[in-house]
C-alpha cells in the first residue's frame, strides 16, 4: 500500500491495512429474575440427582433419606417444637460467638496495622496463633471450662476471630498514607483518622473478613455442639445418630448449609448498601 493510499484510508475513518477497528467492550445487563434462575440451576440439579437416585433405589433409606422422607422429617421436627429450639439455641451460640470474634479480630487487626508498636508487639504472636486449628481446641477448652456455654461461645469466637484480624490488619495497612498524613497535619486525632480515613479505605477487606468468618462461624457451631451439647442442631444429629434417622440427619446438614448460605446473602446485601460503586464497576467479562 502507498503512502497515499493510506493517506487516503486515515481520512475516510477506515483503518490501516492489516488492523481491526477496536472496538469496547460491551455489556447487557441482566435481569434479577435471570441471575437468581441462573444461581438457582446447580442446587436443582442437586435435588434432581437426589430425588432420581433414590427414587431408583441406588441411595437407600439407610444410607440417605429421600426428598420426601426429609421434608415428612422437617414436619415432625417442627411440629413437635424440636426444630425451632434447636435452631434458636444453635443461632445464639453462633451470634454471640461471632460478634465476639468480629468485635476481637477488629480490635486487634486495627492496632497491628495502624500502629507499629501494635504490629511489632502483637502481630507474631497472633499469626503463630492463627496456624493452630481451632478443633484442636476442643479438648483443652472442655477442661478450662466445663461443657457449658461459654466453652462453645469461645470456640466459635476463636475460630471466627483470625480472618477478621488478618482481613482488618491487611486492609488499614493498604489506606493511603498521605491521606492520613493530610488529616493528621490538619489536627485530627487517631480515633478520628481511624473512623473517617482507615475504616473506610478498609471496607472491601473488612467485609471479606466478615464472609470468612461469617462462614467459619457455622463450621465452628457444628464443632462447638459435639462438646456435649444437650440443645440444639448439633444434639438433634447426636440424636438422629443413635437411632440411624437418616431423614433427620439429612435434615440437619440442610440446616446448616442453609445458615452459610444465608451468611453469606447477608454479606452480598452489605456490600451493596456500603459498596454501590463494586456494582457498577462490575460490567466487565460477562
Known amino acids: 500500500m502507498t503512502l497515499t493510499d493510506r493517506r487516503a484510508r486515515e481520512v475516510r475513518g477506515a483503518p490501516p491495512h492489516g488492523l481491526v477497528t477496536p472496538r469496547p467492550p460491551s455489556h447487557r445487563p441482566r435481569s434479577r429474575a435471570h441471575s437468581v434462575t441462573v444461581r438457582a440451576l446447580g442446587p436443582v440439579a442437586l435435588l ?5 437416585a433414590s427414587a431408583t433405589g ?5 444410607v440417605l433419606a429421600s426428598p420426601p422422607q426429609v421434608i415428612d422429617a422437617i414436619g415432625e421436627l417442627w411440629g413437635n417444637g424440636q426444630l425451632p429450639d434447636a435452631l434458636a439455641t444453635s443461632l445464639t451460640r453462633s451470634g454471640l460467638g461471632l460478634a465476639l470474634g468480629l468485635v476481637t479480630g477488629l480490635i ?53 476471630t483470625f480472618p477478621m484480624y488478618v482481613s482488618t490488619s491487611s486492609g488499614v495497612r493498604n489506606t493511603d498514607r498521605k491521606l492520613v498524613e493530610a488529616m493528621r497535619s490538619f489536627g485530627m486525632s487517631r480515633l478520628g483518622i481511624v473512623r473517617e480515613a482507615v475504616l473506610p479505605g478498609a471496607l472491601p477487606s473488612l467485609l471479606a ?22 440443645a440444639g442442631i448439633g444434639y438433634l444429629m447426636s440424636q438422629a445418630q443413635s437411632y440411624a434417622r437418616t431423614d433427620i440427619l ?4 440442610l440446616v446448616y448449609g442453609l445458615l452459610g448460605l444465608i451468611a453469606d446473602a447477608v454479606v452480598r446485601l452489605l456490600e451493596r448498601g456500603l459498596m454501590p460503586w463494586r456494582r457498577a464497576g462490575q460490567g466487565g467479562v460477562r
Do not use: H, Y
Open 209 to 230: 473478613g466478615l464472609r470468612l468468618s461469617m462462614t467459619l462461624s457455622v463450621i465452628a457451631l457444628i464443632a462447638a455442639e459435639e462438646i456435649n451439647a444437650t
Open 108 to 160: 486487634l487487626g486495627i492496632t497491628t496495622g495502624f500502629t507499629r508498636l501494635g504490629d511489632e508487639l502483637l502481630d507474631s504472636s497472633l499469626q503463630t496463633l492463627r496456624t493452630i486449628p481451632f478443633l484442636s481446641l476442643v479438648p483443652l477448652f472442655m477442661v478450662w471450662f466445663g461443657i457449658n456455654e461459654t466453652a462453645k461461645i469461645l470456640l466459635i469466637a476463636v475460630a471466627t
Open 250 to 253: 439429612a435434615v440437619c446438614i
Open 48 to 52: 434432581a440427582l437426589w430425588w432420581v
Open 58 to 62: 441406588l441411595l437407600t433409606p439407610d
